[in-house]
């Protein structure tokens, strides 16, 4: 049965952050995606392919209509609309080595950290306030599916000191000036800050209890490491330091 046009005018409303969150609903694209997903007991809503040999499991639509509904550049055969799920709070998920992203700005960026937070944890992540959407469709097809399996918490500076004064939690910011990591014992409880790809944490609000860094090699010449590959490496930092 062909999707209405009702149907397809709210598929295409999700890829903006206010219909997504009034319909609480997210796009995903790509048989292994959606596979991957559906395995986190992500709920669908929709579940469309254009491979007759799956109808069984999928809704059956044709090439034209996948066209007119995916946001990629050459469309995938398989394509999903699936519930947000129930994000986590700080009182129930209770983190003591966690990571919170602070202002990012590059859908890409945060993808590849949920994926390396998947990759050595899954490492909790607190979405700070002015960091862009974690279930926007570039964010969801940069994290590889790791969307449904990283705990994350959505909260403002001001519940993030609240619970790491309550808890005893380290605050570790990201710098370049920083303390470097493979010089320093990590706390027992800390909270990693990862800033904005351009400003950094200039802005941020809260006091770090510690500055830290990534040492570059001596013969290096580059200026700085993308959010995303610092990100990565300090992932294994507390990866290792939890082991």
Not at 106 to 127: C, E, H, K, Q
Request: some cysteine; hydrophobic content about 40%; overall charge neutral.
């Amino acid at each position: 049965m062909p999707l209405s046009q009702k149907e397809i005018k709210l598929i295409k409303s999700l890829q903006i952050k206010k219909y997504r969150k009034q319909h609480n609903l997210f796009v995903a694209e790509g048989r292994k995606l959606i596979e991957d997903l559906l395995e986190s007991n992500l709920k669908p809503f929709k579940l469309l392919t254009t491979q007759p040999s799956e109808a069984h499991t999928y809704e059956l639509i044709d090439e034209k209509t996948m066209k007119t509904i995916s946001n990629l550049d050459t469309p995938s055969s398989h394509f999903a609309v699936f519930e947000i799920p129930k994000l986590h709070k700080f009182e129930s998920l209770k983190p003591k080595r966690f990571f919170a992203l602070y202002a990012l700005q590059d859908p890409g960026n945060l993808g590849t950290i949920l994926r390396s937070l998947d990759w050595f944890g899954p490492i909790p992540a607190v979405i700070l306030s002015g960091t862009v959407d974690p279930f926007s469709q570039k964010v969801v097809q940069a994290s590889m599916g790791s969307i449904g399996r990283v705990p994350l918490v959505m909260a403002d500076c001001e519940e993030l000191n609240s619970y790491i004064k309550e808890e005893g939690i380290s605050l570790l910011a990201a710098h370049m000036t920083g303390f470097p990591i493979d010089q320093m014992n990590a706390p027992e409880k800390f909270c990693i800050v990862i800033g904005n790809e351009g400003q950094g944490l200039s802005d941020f609000p809260l006091i770090p209890d510690q500055m830290i860094s990534i040492p570059p090699s001596p013969y290096s010449k580059c200026e700085s490491l993308n959010a995303s590959v610092s990100a990565g490496i300090l992932a294994y930092w507390l990866f290792s330091a939890s082991r």
